[in-house]
């Protein structure tokens, strides 16, 4: 497998609030997409994968801002945010653990390449008694709803999203649920 420079293709990345915190994702178009189209495809698929998630989404999600960058380029440019999406899950319910858990869910670009996006903001109870749907840190597209429509969204992408090898990414009908090692080191921080 090729070794690609991370700007090998054009970039839509969008900052957003979710359980108090401030998080940024990230997806890549093809080669040779214009501003336009970066934007635009960019921001339909990001609000199409949040809007899946609402049935474990914070309702203090909110988008923040957003930028693109061009392929070769590791210029970002200011741009339009996605479309609102609403959270149904009262924030007062989230624990500190949960505030820095992420769901990742993960595939391969068609020319062999991983991909990867990682969401905050979403409900989990991995450490709940008795065991749940979370205890193994794994939720498959056929235990949650949700995490199946979020799975959906992803292999639905607007024409344009790539793998970094610039091909269309299939997503596995699986989330990873993990605590982020840096968000944990600041929790016990006091920040």
């Known amino acids: 497998m090729p ?7 054009a970039r ?4 957003y609030q979710a359980v108090g915190r401030t ?3 990230q997806c890549r178009l093809q080669r040779g997409s214009i501003a336009g189209d970066i934007i635009s495809n960019g921001a339909a698929f990001i609000q199409s994968v949040f809007s899946a998630s609402t049935g474990l989404l914070t309702d203090d999600f909110g988008f923040i801002s957003a930028e693109y960058a061009l ?29 820095i858990t992420h769901y990742t869910f993960s ?11 990682k969401l905050y903001g979403l409900a989990s109870s991995p450490d709940d008694l008795p065991d749940n749907l979370w205890s193994d840190f794994v939720v498959n597209a056929s235990e949650s709803p949700t995490v199946e429509g979020m799975i959906t969204a992803l292999n639905s992408a607007p024409a ?12 596995h009908a699986r989330a990873t649920v993990k605590v982020n090692d840096d968000w944990l080191r ?3 921080q006091g920040l």
């Open 3 to 9: 070794d690609y420079a991370p700007n090998v293709t």
């Open 12 to 15: 839509y990345k969008v900052k």
């Open 23 to 25: 998080h940024t994702v």
């Open 71 to 99: 392929e070769d380029s590791d210029l970002f440019f200011p741009a339009a945010v996605p479309g609102v999406v609403v959270g149904l899950i009262d924030v007062a319910l989230f624990s500190k653990q949960d505030s």
């Open 107 to 117: 595939g391969r670009g068609s020319g062999g390449s991983k991909v990867n996006m």
């Open 160 to 171: 344009g999203i790539v793998a970094i090898d610039n091909t269309r990414p299939t997503w």
């Open 186 to 188: 600041k929790v016990r």
